[in-house]
């Protein structure tokens, strides 16, 4: 099974207070190295969006990301091209990952002791 990792930010003051314009060049930096990523088949973007905070005891966050990367290792370069495009600077950033199990195997880890 593939590792996910899922990503939830939201904008911090400093990304609030920039113009269209520079938000623009932010948002086209990350997705320029994202898109390495996924071009040399060493991510999959699974999905992408906004959290519907209607949703019961959602996450604390405005958006979210979900990759599937073959093994854990590879989130480092997730991490290294958001920073790399300045991502941090302009988001608060939680990441979350873990081995994706099916639903045995799952039932085998929360029953553990």
Do not use: C
């Amino acid at each position: 099974m593939a590792y996910v990792f899922t990503q939830v930010f939201t904008g911090r003051e400093k990304w609030i207070k920039l113009t269209k314009a520079i938000k623009e060049q932010v948002l086209q930096r990350m997705i320029s190295s994202l898109s390495t990523l996924a071009g040399e088949n060493r991510v999959q973007l699974i999905a992408i969006g906004e959290i519907d905070g209607k949703v019961p005891r959602a996450v604390d966050a405005e958006f979210y990301v979900t990759w599937s990367v073959p093994i854990n290792e590879l989130t480092s370069y997730i991490v290294g091209h958001f920073q790399e495009s300045e991502w941090n600077e302009y988001f608060e950033l939680v990441n979350i990952g873990g081995k994706a199990l099916t639903i045995p195997q799952f039932a085998e880890v929360i029953l553990r002791e």
